[in-house]
């Protein structure tokens, strides 16, 4: 296992278009995290998945913004409608039960 | 305001040792952690303590705990130039499912 794998690793879109993200998580773990860190600040928590039930959302994600697992295993992170002030890096972690806590690489995303 | 703090930069000279500090607010902490993020990289795991500890050590790495004060330090001991990274103070708490909240990092710059 490779660990934590996010694609794309940037992602330059224009404002108004949709964007779609990919986490693949380490396999045996069963919790997965979406985090968004802008510059100078600690990555905030998004949403958080235990298999494939969303379990909490952060009032961070708005109506644009979704999420699924829909297999327990892969999870997207969807943003409609793009804004400027969605540029950011969007992170995923791993865990089994909070522990082995892995982060990826993340996706920066760019809207211009 | 912040539940979690840091300084936001600290200078150190190769081979000195560094500390960098971190507070919060929420007693209910279970563990806390401390991560390092290079440069368009995601976050590595540094080490962490569970919030019945006082001292963690780690061969370079020293984790001190004042749970009266809320006060988590790391200390690098030889500090090297490629110890350059902001470093993140996080914690975790038993109701959050794994949800982590960080601090807005402490950028540390090794000169020779």
């Known amino acids: 296992d490779t660990g934590v794998s996010q694609n794309p690793r940037h992602k330059i879109t224009k404002r108004g278009q949709n964007v779609t993200f990919r986490c693949d998580p380490i396999?045996?773990?069963?919790?997965l995290y979406w985090y968004r860190q802008t510059l100078g600040q600690g990555p905030e928590f998004l949403t958080y998945?235990?298999?494939?039930?969303?379990?909490?959302k952060s009032r961070l994600l708005s109506d644009r913004f979704s999420a699924e697992r829909p297999k327990g295993s892969f999870s997207t992170l969807e943003i409609q409608r793009t804004e400027q002030g969605d540029s950011a890096m969007y992170l995923c972690a791993s865990s089994f039960q909070g522990d082995g806590y892995t982060f990826g690489s993340g996706t920066r995303l760019t809207v211009v | 305001g912040e539940d979690v703090e840091q300084s936001l930069f600290l200078s150190v000279r190769e081979g000195d040792s560094s500390v960098i500090n971190c507070t919060y607010t929420?007693?209910?902490?279970?563990?806390l952690y401390w991560y390092k993020q290079e440069p368009g990289a995601g976050l590595q795991l540094l080490t962490y303590i569970f919030s019945n500890m006082d001292m963690k050590q780690d061969q370079r790495l020293t984790v001190l705990l004042n749970k009266k004060d809320k006060h988590l330090s790391l200390r690098i001991a030889d500090t090297q130039t490629g110890d350059s990274a902001i470093y993140f103070c996080a914690r975790m708490t038993t109701d959050s499912w794994g949800k982590l909240q960080f601090g807005a990092g402490t950028q540390v710059v090794v000169t020779p």
């Open positions: 998945f235990q298999n494939e039930a969303q379990l909490e």
């Open positions: 929420d007693s209910s902490s279970t563990y």
């Open positions: 396999s045996e773990h069963n919790r």
